[in-house]
């Protein structure tokens, strides 16, 4: 069973993840890329994202899984939840749980990124 610390720490992270995310989307959406390009560099950046996700939860002490299942969750639930709150700071970050093709790829290459980063990093 995970602790207080944990769950609290795995939920402010994910919720700093899904803010970095959907910042990532709309810079890549404003920066003019189109097709490929655009796809190549939102799977470099939610690779860059992953390992990030996995530096941090390993230097918070989180559990070896925390990682991918924070972007999972950053990925899928929080844009159904931020388009849900009605404060004016979420804003823009709402969406569907619905991924794209992009999306999707992006967050198979986030959370391998995340993996093998915590895999790595784990003592034997």
């Known amino acids: 069973m995970s602790s207080p610390r944990t769950i609290l720490i795995s939920i402010v992270l994910c919720v700093a993840v899904g803010f970095i995310w959907q910042g990532l989307v709309r810079l890549v959406a404003n920066s003019g890329a189109t097709d490929q390009p655009a796809v190549l560099l939102q799977v470099l950046l939610a690779a860059f994202l992953g390992l990030l996700t996995a530096v941090a939860?390993?230097?918070?002490?989180?559990?070896?899984?925390?990682?991918?299942?924070?972007?999972?969750?950053?990925?899928?639930?929080?844009?159904?939840?931020?388009?849900?709150?009605?404060?004016?700071?979420?804003?823009?970050?709402?969406?569907?749980?619905?991924?794209?093709?992009?999306?999707?790829?992006?967050?198979?290459?986030?959370t391998t990124a995340a993996a093998i980063t915590q895999s790595v990093s784990t003592p034997a």
């Open 57 to 110: 939860a390993r230097s918070l002490r989180l559990g070896p899984a925390i990682a991918p299942a924070i972007l999972v969750l950053a990925w899928i639930i929080l844009p159904p939840v931020f388009e849900a709150l009605p404060w004016a700071l979420f804003n823009g970050l709402g969406g569907s749980a619905e991924l794209s093709a992009a999306n999707a790829v992006s967050l198979a290459v986030a």
